[in-house]
């Protein structure tokens, strides 16, 4: 009998401690973006809502972009594109395109580019679709922009290559110009 008791509880052990650590990574993951939406707020606050970020891909074919976004008082007023494919070979850039939408002009190139949003909606879809755990993802958070985000999104377990969905943000300031 008493081997039976240990069969029957080992699974449940292995079960809650499955359990708990799963949630210790949602604590985590949840207090990383807490910190890091409490540090945009204070930046929003100190630029009147009125700043400078840069979304970036990457491709292990060396096709790479650059979207930066304008807002002023809280409204995307010019989104900067620059496609390029770095030969690994050589290391050379060779730009692909290149263009600068004004607020009269905004998603022209709907097909290229990073979507037309301001933090506070990046914030909200990395919490509501890019930060969701799942037994077939890795979710990633990263907030290299003086707290603020810089990565959020997941990948496929299953997949290969370029397998992110999210945002890479390389840096997020104040704007420089008067638009």
Known sequence: MTTKKTTYCLPILLFMLVLISSCKKDEGVSGNYAASYSAWKS??????????????TDSWTGHATETILTVKNGKVVQRAYVGKVIDGQFGTVKITEQWTEDASTLNVHQQQGAETITLDEVYTKAKSQWLINSKNTETYFETNN?????????????????????IKISFIRKTTTDL
Do not use: E, P
């Open 43 to 56: 930046f929003k606050s100190s630029v009147n809502n009125s700043y400078q970020y840069a979304v970036i």
């Open 146 to 166: 003086q707290g603020m985000i810089s990565t959020a999104g997941y990948t496929d377990k299953n997949c290969m290559d370029d397998c992110f969905t999210g």
